[in-house]
């Protein structure tokens, strides 16, 4: 009798801690199809990390994809449209067709001086800049210690201000890789996050 008592007790519990190690999320606006290729990336790309750190990989891609806005491709004139040479007020430059001098002391330097078209494919952008906390996910995701100089800004909601160009390769590239999927009319990987 006791023996019955303490199965019936403990199977929940059992059950229970099988369940805690799946990865779970959901989303208005991230299919649940997408959400099991995450995790299923994650579960492949970080095997041994633990279940919390494997979470909080699926929390922050399934919200990177959930802030994503779309922006239509196009095409645009790219460069230096100059600007009148003795304009009437420095603090506001008015354009016309006729301007004959380059608006920036720059733009020669940097290329800009001739206007050329560039055409750019539609592509999905963050509408937040990346959190301390998110980027907190990534360095543990890597092994590496988070710094002690952005402890004081690991808050969830706070951009990450300063990273040298190494973490921000690296972090749009992991970022990338759990959020990968099959889509767009010719069945090609969007990259979304």
């Known amino acids: 009798m006791k023996l019955r008592w303490l199965s019936l007790c403990l199977l929940p519990l059992l059950a229970a801690c099988n369940s805690s190690s799946d990865l779970s999320a959901s989303s208005e606006s991230v299919s649940q199809q997408q959400i099991d290729t995450i995790i299923k990336n994650i579960q492949t790309q970080h095997p041994k990390l633990d279940h919390q750190l494997q979470q909080q990989i699926l929390d922050v891609a399934v919200r990177a994809i959930e802030n994503m806005v ?13 600007a009148p040479c ?13 301007a004959k001098c380059l608006s920036s002391l720059t733009s020669k330097k940097t ?24 980027f907190d996910t990534y360095l543990q995701t890597l092994g590496q210690p988070f710094d002690q100089y952005f402890v004081q800004w690991k808050v969830d909601g706070k951009p990450l201000k300063h990273t040298d ?13 759990p959020t990968k999927v099959n889509g767009g009319p010719k069945q090609k990987i969007i990259v979304r996050g």
């Open 70 to 82: 779309f922006i239509k491709g196009g095409s645009f004139m790219m460069g230096d449209f100059h």
């Open 86 to 98: 003795n304009p009437k007020d420095v603090k506001r430059m008015d354009w016309t067709p006729e």
């Open 111 to 134: 290329g800009a001086d001739h206007l050329h078209k560039v055409t750019l494919d539609s592509y999905s952008l963050s509408k937040y800049e990346t959190s301390m906390a998110n």
């Open 165 to 177: 160009t190494y973490y921000q390769k690296f972090y749009k590239r992991a970022q990338q890789k």
